[in-house]
């Protein structure tokens, strides 16, 4: 099969969704979660936990969905966290996010030897698999990202996120509680984030160490690529995964580009895209301040 | 620093530690150990004896540099997650010219022409970074973790291409005269290269408080725009505090190459420059902070060798994430407390 079928074919393209979805959730969730006003470098802590707790999760009832109901509910835990230390405490918030990462990668380890005696995986669970068009959860990614799209953009609960993020003054003035509102915003960006996650765990039958391998540093890339609107970032995730299938359909296809640079094709795609991408988009005007 | 805010510091650093010591010891009770026997295995295999010290100094030296990094580049307002690919340029540049120098070079002049080029080749990334922040816009957190996954993906492909010496993954050693002396107890890996981090420390402590480039750092830092009327160049500035980053950060090439393996291997320095991120936020961004910061987190990560006969050696991770959450938490609280 020449390289122009293998692109060509569904598999590919189940492939490049495959790929995208993890990052299309995390970026909708960062994207909600910065829309607010809250700097969200702790995208890697929620796909991280969503993953651990999928997995635990579905090992302990052998379902499915409560594998993704607890990954959900892992992510808006960080979220929480991530407010009482980044708002009500006013701690700086990319320290939080950064030491909520560190963190997250350790405890999560440490948890793993304490409940199944390895550091390195969880055992083998219930899970999707590699399949896309057929797996439930993959569907639930997408139809969460739709919501989350719309309600940001036509919901009075996403006017009050924005302006939060805009005017945290102004919504003080209106009566209305800034943290409460930015509350809202972390747990359903943190759920979504980990929804996310728990599409790794739940692909991979299992839980593995650093399972997030990272991506949540890109999917903020992508949200500042997507102008911090949620379906936006959402579709920059596809265009990623299409570039990371193509990367592994050249890995196979061997046309004489080494591997190692090969592999290197998202990340300078998404570096050059930032560098010449026009700067219409602007961050939240109280992106990172607390009242 | 005046003697209110090193009490206000040193109050900060005392919550925290607080903090950790009682949430490290629930973890240990909930993974079924005694906190009083691993605290006390953690001290005892850290401070304890000769080889103990020599370790924690040996840890802590490559963490002082890439702290330090994080630091300066935290003066002008920036966060460099990029430490971490400045450094694996930085040792690639360090053993290749280490390898390459004439047999009788002086060891001063070969030790100078490594450390040159590590601080070139991190450097020239940290200015990059620094450039794409200031000229275009491109946000420097984004923009560094994608140069980080390149340079580690560029140095396999060179390495297997011309530098890795045939099947391995590492480059040939760098001549003798280039190989920093051991200095720590027996069996211990402290070089030279931990007092030549400390005078480095010192210097950089000396150029962000008494120069000009110091003190445009800083109020670029402060307010750009206040900067910016007070009539600094703030995008050179920018640039400038990110290049200094980044070299600081291949400055660590000294520890790793000339003092530790005394070549480059692949996972060389792997996560010495994301917890140089931790120790410039434990030290506040200060440099004798960082010192401080580095030998904390140096003495968790040996101390991780210690207690696994009681405790999952990862404890150590978590504590050092907790630590950096405790000091980000408890300096607003103390600030506050000052403030009211």
């Known amino acids: ?52 707790a999928a997995a635990v999760a579905a090992h302990a009832t ?24 980044g708002v009500v405490l006013a701690a700086d918030q990319v320290v939080v996010g950064v030491a909520l990462n560190l963190a997250s990668y350790g405890l999560t380890r440490f948890l793993l030897e304490v409940l199944y005696q390895s550091s390195a995986n969880s055992p083998q669970t219930v899970g999707v698999g590699s399949a896309v068009w057929t797996s439930p959860v993959a569907w639930l990614a997408v139809i969460v990202i739709a919501v989350v799209a719309l309600g940001l953009a036509r919901t009075p ?45 739940l692909a991979a039958h299992g839980f593995s160490a650093e399972m997030s391998g990272g991506r949540g540093y890109i999917a903020l ?35 004489g580009v080494p591997d190692q640079l090969t592999q290197l094709l998202p990340y300078a795609v998404t570096l050059v895209v930032l560098v010449i991408a026009p700067r219409r988009a602007r961050p939240p005007r109280a992106l990172g301040q607390v009242p | ?27 240990i009770v909930a993974a079924g150990a005694s906190p009083v026997r691993v605290w006390g295995a953690l001290l005892g295999g850290t401070l304890g004896d000769g080889y103990g010290i020599s370790q924690v100094l040996f840890r802590a030296t490559p963490l002082a540099l890439t702290g330090l990094a994080v630091a300066v580049a935290l003066r002008v307002g920036l966060f460099n997650i990029g430490v971490e690919g400045q450094l694996v340029a930085g040792m690639c540049a360090c053993a290749v010219v280490g390898a390459r120098l004439p047999g009788g070079t002086p060891a001063g002049v ?29 946000h420097e957190v984004i923009t560094s973790i994608m140069l980080n996954a390149i340079v580690a993906g560029v140095v396999l492909w060179l390495g297997d291409r011309a530098l890795f010496v045939g099947g391995t993954t590492r480059t040939a050693d760098v001549i003798a005269a280039a190989q920093l002396p051991g200095l720590g107890a027996a069996g211990s890996s402290l070089s030279w290269a931990a007092p030549l981090a400390l005078g480095v420390t010192a210097a950089a402590a000396w ?41 600081l950060a291949g400055l660590a090439a000294t520890h790793y190459v000339l003092g530790y393996k005394h070549a480059y291997e692949d996972g060389l320095g792997r996560g010495a420059g994301f917890m140089g991120i931790a120790v410039a936020l434990v030290g506040r961004g200060h440099p004798g902070g960082v010192i401080a910061g580095a030998l904390l987190l140096g003495m968790l990560a040996q101390g991780g060798l210690e207690v696994s006969d009681h405790v999952p050696r990862t404890l150590v991770l978590v504590l050092q994430g907790v630590i950096v959450l405790a000091v980000a938490a408890a300096a607003p609280l103390v600030q506050r407390r000052r403030g009211s």
């Open chain 1, 157 to 201: 609960l996403g006017l009050r996120i924005r302006a939060a993020g805009d005017r945290p003054d102004g919504v003080a003035t209106a009566g209305l509680s800034v943290t409460r509102i930015r509350l809202w915003a972390l747990v359903i960006g943190g759920a979504v984030a980990g929804l996310g996650g728990a599409q790794l765990a």
């Open chain 2, 110 to 138: 070969a030790v100078l022409a490594c450390g040159l080029a590590a601080m070139a080749a991190g450097g020239a990334l940290g200015a990059v970074t620094g450039a794409l922040r200031a000229y275009r816009g491109a």
């Open chain 1, 221 to 255: 890339a992508i949200v500042i690529l997507g102008g911090w609107r949620p379906g936006v970032a959402a579709l920059v995730c596809l265009m990623f995964g299409v570039i990371e299938a193509l990367q592994v359909q050249l890995q196979l296809a061997k046309v």
């Open chain 2, 1 to 27: 620093m005046s003697a209110g805010r090193i009490r206000e510091e040193a109050q900060i650093a005392a919550v925290a530690l607080l903090v950790a010591v009682a949430a490290g010891s629930v973890l």
């Open chain 2, 207 to 247: 150029l962000l408080a008494r120069t000009r480039p110091g003190f445009e750092w800083r109020a670029v830092g402060a307010s750009p725009g206040a900067a910016a009327t007070a009539g600094i160049d703030v995008r050179r500035a920018m640039v400038a505090a990110m290049t200094a980053s980044g070299a």
């Open chain 1, 1 to 52: 099969m020449s390289l122009a079928d293998a692109v060509l074919s569904t598999a590919f393209a189940a492939q490049a969704v495959k790929i995208a979805l993890p990052y299309a959730c995390a970026a909708a969730g960062g994207a909600v979660t910065e829309r607010s006003g809250v700097i969200d470098l702790a995208i890697e802590s929620k796909l991280l936990w969503g993953a651990f």
């Open chain 1, 62 to 85: 052998g379902s499915i969905a409560a594998g993704v109901v607890a990954g959900m509910a892992a992510g808006a835990a960080v979220g929480v966290l991530q407010l009482v230390l």
